[in-house]
């Protein structure tokens, strides 16, 4: 395998954007409501392209266009948001980690297709939500049973959709790049299956206040359409419903670094709706370590509330979230860039505490045959398998393969499907987890704390912890709301690692981030140490859609985060 890492060459990225979603929408068992006659069969299909474009290898066209192997949907963005904070980090080769801009800060501006490609998925994939709801209009069924699930699901997907993209270009208050008064509060543009053209070409950046409106009143209709018996994790049921509430309320509790208790409530509500609705429990430590499910399969346990599939004609052999997050698969880049965990986060997590085998301990890994370490305190997926397939990959036998991933810190969490290491056929097909359960129990804590004060907050944690994780866990000696804080955010940073949900709690709760220190294991030209929010969690538009939407340009863009964070030395 060559080293096709482009040292972030500038691509000027010539694609999809808001104002051209007419003409522009993801291949991979997509179809559109062009395509398909009027009827609840035809409209549930079209909801069905929906999950396939959201991972489908190469929806936007990155892959095809511009040889970038990072586009496989929304496992991927969740991999760009992981690699802006400070627990993410890589132990092997550099140039083989396909998200290094965002892991080193660069070409972070708009003319580059970095930060474009959010812009590019969410918008064609709101596109797909648009036609579903605009062709329900057209089914005279309107009792349909089929007909008002595939409307519950198309609104809860474009809310979500909405959500993350006003989170995530949202600019919040930085001490690197200062937010004018021009974009304070400002979102990005909305878009329904009513936006003409016309109107998509003068369309501007949606205030904070009207575009949660908007994503309130789809997940109202989303409510409304929605079979509460329904709990398939494939698909949004009213407990994700619940859960998009939770999580949207938590976003206002802190909008503009003060504290809406009202929001703060509702959050606390809808988190506990979601937890009861859905009928999910906490992964078990056998799930959550499982060689052929972990992390990969949600039907393996009761704990995803949403989650995707991918399927064999969706897949590419190196462009899906498996060759790139999950070392023991032989045909990924992983394989050659270890995604790992900061030493910092690592050595802070208490030794009880089952999630810590996520990651090879430094002393197993440097004498996995010592005494004094549990010699079952990993199962690799691969090492029982028969080594007939491994040759073509350069590799001889099962030591060989043992070595080529096991380096301190490296992940075990994420796993090749049904523990298929050489197979990329089969291996590359894991599911991909979009809510779960535990995240309802964070959001619940976290309101509780601005609701009913940090005793009760401690309440909550101490018994989401030790009955979940390790007994021994107890924060009652916690004396500060901040103190706390940290606390909740350090066991939701070891609990969601790679997960791609931390960024928002970082922006929201204006936490820095603190990557330079004595012993780092993070590499030196990523050595970031930031004081409250870092820049880059201000996405920048891409300039792209400036040609098509004259309502936004330059002037009214999140600033350009580029080099802003200087590598710390010692």
């Known amino acids: 395998m060559k080293n096709i890492f482009r040292s972030f060459a500038m691509f000027i990225a010539l694609v999809a954007s808001a104002g051209c979603v007419y003409e522009t929408f993801p291949t991979g068992g997509t179809i559109t409501s062009d395509q398909v006659d009027a009827s609840p069969n035809s409209l549930q299909y079209m909801v069905n392209g929906i ?81 579903v709801i605009a062709k329900a209009g057209e089914v005279t069924a309107e009792t349909d049973p089929t007909v008002l699930a595939a409307l519950g699901q198309a609104y809860a997907y474009r809310a979500m959709f909405y959500l993350d993209l006003a989170r995530l270009y949202e600019p919040k208050d930085n001490e690197l790049a200062p937010i004018s008064d021009e974009i304070r509060g400002l979102t990005v543009p909305i878009v329904t299956e009513t936006t003409t053209e016309e109107i998509a070409k003068n369309n501007p950046r949606a205030e904070r206040d009207v575009m949660y409106d908007f994503i309130f009143d789809d997940l109202e209709m989303a409510e409304n359409y929605l079979n509460a018996s329904d709990r398939t994790y494939t698909r949004p049921t009213l407990g994700a419903v619940y859960g ?109 505490d089952f999630r810590k085998k996520s990651w090879l301990d430094p002393e197993y890994t440097w004498n996995p045959s010592s005494e004094t370490y549990d010699p079952d305190a990993y199962q690799f ?52 987890v979009l809510m779960r359960v535990e995240e309802m129990y964070f959001i619940e804590i976290e309101a509780t704390l601005r609701t009913k004060g940090l005793d009760a907050a401690k309440e909550m944690l101490n018994d989401f912890m030790q009955t979940y994780r390790y007994r021994s866990y107890d924060c009652s000696l916690i004396g500060s709301t901040e103190a706390f804080i940290q606390e909740m955010l350090f066991q939701k940073r ?41 820049p880059q969690w201000n996405v920048v538009i891409t300039r792209t859609e400036f040609q098509s939407n004259t309502a936004l340009n330059q002037e009214n863009n999140n600033p350009d985060p580029t080099e802003l964070l200087v590598p710390w030395t010692e």
């Open 51 to 131: 999950p396939s474009a959201m991972m489908a290898s190469g929806t936007a066209g990155y892959a095809s266009n511009y040889g970038y192997h990072a586009d496989f949907g929304i496992s991927a963005i969740h991999l760009m948001t992981e690699a802006m904070l400070e627990d993410f980090t890589v132990s092997g080769d550099l140039g083989y980690f396909w998200f290094g801009a965002f892991y080193q800060n660069v070409s972070m501006g708009a003319d580059y297709i970095y930060c474009a490609y959010f812009w590019d998925c969410y918008y064609a994939w709101i596109k797909l939500a648009n036609d």
């Open 494 to 534: 070891v609990e969601f690692w790679g997960e791609g949900i931390l960024m928002y709690d970082y922006k929201r709760l204006d936490q820095g981030i603190t990557r330079g220190y004595s012993g780092t294991n993070i590499p030196a030209v990523a050595r970031f140490n930031c004081n409250g929010r870092s």
């Open 244 to 352: 998009l509430y939770a999580r949207a309320y938590l976003e206002l509790g802190a909008a503009d670094d003060k504290i809406d208790r009202e929001a703060y409530r509702k959050a606390a509500e809808y988190a506990r709706l979601a937890i009861e609705t859905s009928g999910k429990t906490p992964l078990t430590e056998a799930q959550w370590h499982d060689p052929q499910k972990g992390f990969n399969d949600g039907s393996a346990n009761n704990s995803w509330i949403w989650g995707l599939t991918l399927s064999v004609e969706n897949a590419s052999n190196i462009i899906t979230n498996v060759a790139h997050l999950a070392p023991e698969a032989v045909w990924g880049y992983s394989i050659l860039s270890l995604p790992s965990v900061s030493k910092a986060l690592y050595d802070r997590i208490d030794y009880a």
């Open 381 to 432: 997926a691969g090492l029982d398998d028969p080594l007939s397939g491994y040759e073509s990959y350069g590799i001889t036998n099962a030591h060989e393969y043992f070595l080529a991933f096991t380096s301190p810190y490296v992940n075990l969490k994420f796993r090749p499907a049904n523990g298929t290491c050489v197979e990329y056929t089969d291996g590359n097909c894991a599911d991909h």
